[in-house]
């Protein structure tokens, strides 16, 4: 199975550097509309905003949807302070360190941008001295210095910055030679970079699946309710491609595509489970099986909406999830290629 790495590698790139926190995803719709309109598929906007494009398959009756989402961790403007510094309010769930020290961008209302740093409240030794090492991390300590000459509150109004506007962390996207990927938001950029990379990989070779299959790209996964609603009526199988989570604990690793049995929200179809080992197994794939105790899926949210779906999750293994992540090209290369076989199955 030849898959074109450099196609996967050049669209993971593109989706990592454009900002898409949750409810800011208008941009990144549009570079995937454009993304499968060239893969000739055809595609719908549901009244959420999510996207499905379709393939047409041998058996129209009973449809697979595989799903990812691209919508990434962010924030939004909580208060503006007296002093000029901002306070923000989470977009997703991560510990408050984990976004210490990161380059910002603050989007207004009016689609200006400003940039920023996030920094503790008490950040400089020299002045604070031993009270910055010990300080907790939390809403009320961590906030935006921006780069602008603004010194009270009326100052960052006049620059059209309010509450309610969105704040984008820098992902700081590097490709390293030996293959990793280092970057914000590979949680799950990598994810939809699969589902495209399977898109032009059944196009290239002119394979018709044997199911009608839907690419559902969610847009709201990271607070909860990505795929509650509007999946394709005819779906009797549902797989979210998301990443697995590699750490202390876990069989995930950065080279693997991971077959989860279970998370948050429960176990997964045990058959499907079977039929999706039973393909890796018989192709040889790098794969694991894990279990995700901090970790819900697009697939719980359509099983928690009420689906009447066999639900599975797959995905690459991606290091420090929700803060500075990583993963390996291996790890996605085993999960598209676990994917096509899926479908060819």
Partial sequence: MNIDLNYTKDV??????????????????????????????????????????????E??????????????????????????RLKLSQL??????????????????????????IVL????????????????RDENSI???????????????????NVGDFITFDPRTTFTDSGFIKSRHLDDKAGVAILLSIAKYLKDNNIKPNNTTNLFISNYEEVGHGSSASIP????????????AVGEGQTSTEYKVTICAKDSSGPYD?????????????NHLNYAIDLYPHY?????????????????????????????????????ENTIKLGILYLEN
């Avoid at 454009?18 to 309109?37: A, C, H, V, Y």
């Avoid at 449809?63 to 007296?82: C, F, N, Y």
């Avoid at 909406?305 to 599975?312: E, K, V, Y």
């Fill in 233 to 244: 009526e005819k779906t009797s199988e549902f797989i979210a491609i998301d990443m697995a």
């Fill in 92 to 117: 997703g769930g991560y510990d408050w360190h984990s976004i210490e020290g990161e380059f910002v961008k603050i989007v207004t209302s009016d689609e200006k941008e400003y940039t920023g740093t």
């Fill in 296 to 332: 819900g899926s697009d697939a719980s949210a359509a099983l928690r909406s009420g689906h009447d779906i066999r639900a599975g999750l797959i995905g690459p293994g991606v290091d420090s999830s929700h803060a500075h992540e990583r993963c390996h090209i291996d790890s996605i």
């Fill in 59 to 84: 058996n129209d009756d009973s449809h697979k949807t595989l799903s990812a989402h691209v919508d990434t961790l962010g924030a939004m403007i909580r208060e503006v302070k007296s002093n000029g």
């Fill in 143 to 161: 906030e935006i210095r921006i780069d602008e000459n603004v010194r009270t509150k009326e100052d960052v109004e006049k620059l059209g910055i």
């Fill in 270 to 282: 045990y058959e499907l489970r079977k039929e999706l080992i039973h393909l890796a197994k018989e």
């Fill in 12 to 57: 993971l790139n593109k989706l990592l550097t454009t900002p898409s926190p949750t409810g800011f995803t208008d941009n990144i719709m549009k570079f995937m509309l454009n993304e499968f309109t060239s893969l000739g598929l055809e595609t719908k906007f549901t009244e959420k905003g999510a996207l499905i494009a379709t393939i047409k398959g």
């Fill in 121 to 136: 409240n008490k950040a400089s030794v020299h002045v604070h001295g031993s009270k910055t090492n010990k300080q907790e």
